[in-house]
Every structure is written in C-alpha cells, then in structure tokens.
C-alpha cells in the first residue's frame, strides 16, 4: 500500500482508495477528526474522497445506490484512513481526548471486529 491506497470491491468491481493530504484535509474540515463512519452518508462522502482520484464517477449519490454493505465498507475506509495518517506503525497510544479523535475511532472499530 502507497501512500495510503488499498483496493476494494464493491458489486463485483474493484476500486481503489487513496487518501492524500488533500482529500485527509477536506474530510477534516467537513466532519472534524472524528467522521462517524457508522452513518451511511457519512461513508459514502468519506468513501468518494477517497476514490476521486481514480474513480471521480464514484460519488457519495453512487456509492449510496450502490449500497454496499456498511460495515464491511466502512472498514476498509477506515483503515486505508489509517495507513494515509500512520503507516505501518500501530497506531499509538493516546491520552484521555483519544475517544474522541480518528484514532480513537479506529481503535474501537478494530476490537468491535476482533470480538467476532
């Protein structure tokens, strides 16, 4: 994975995620360092940044009459988010505010997928 891509497939096809420091900024100025990415429309917006570079047709209104299955969907968003801000490190240990950051976010997704 460069510079946070990671293929994915949504209805039989594959797309490819890419978060760059624009596309990290204008998910940041539109939902703050937390997006819910539990909201479908949420998602949907976050999913098309990252895809815009590759598949500009892959809209929010696309990806949501598509409708992909959200959590599977939201994962795969979630940790190509998380490569585009850490890399291959772990994600590092945070402080009190940490539940309420991305990275916070991303840890409780992580055990919520590891408990099943």
Known sequence: ???GEKRIK????TYFLRYTWKALAEIAKKYGDNPDLFNPETVA?????GMRES??????DKIMALSPPLIPFANEVQKTLQYSYFGDAPVPEGDVKKKR????????IARRWLQD
């Open 55 to 60: 598949h500009p047709e892959m809209t929010p």
């Open 101 to 108: 950051t991305l990275t916070g976010w991303i840890k409780r």
């Open 45 to 49: 917006f976050v999913g098309s940044v």
């Open 10 to 13: 949504i209805d039989g096809k």
């Open 1 to 3: 994975m460069i510079t």
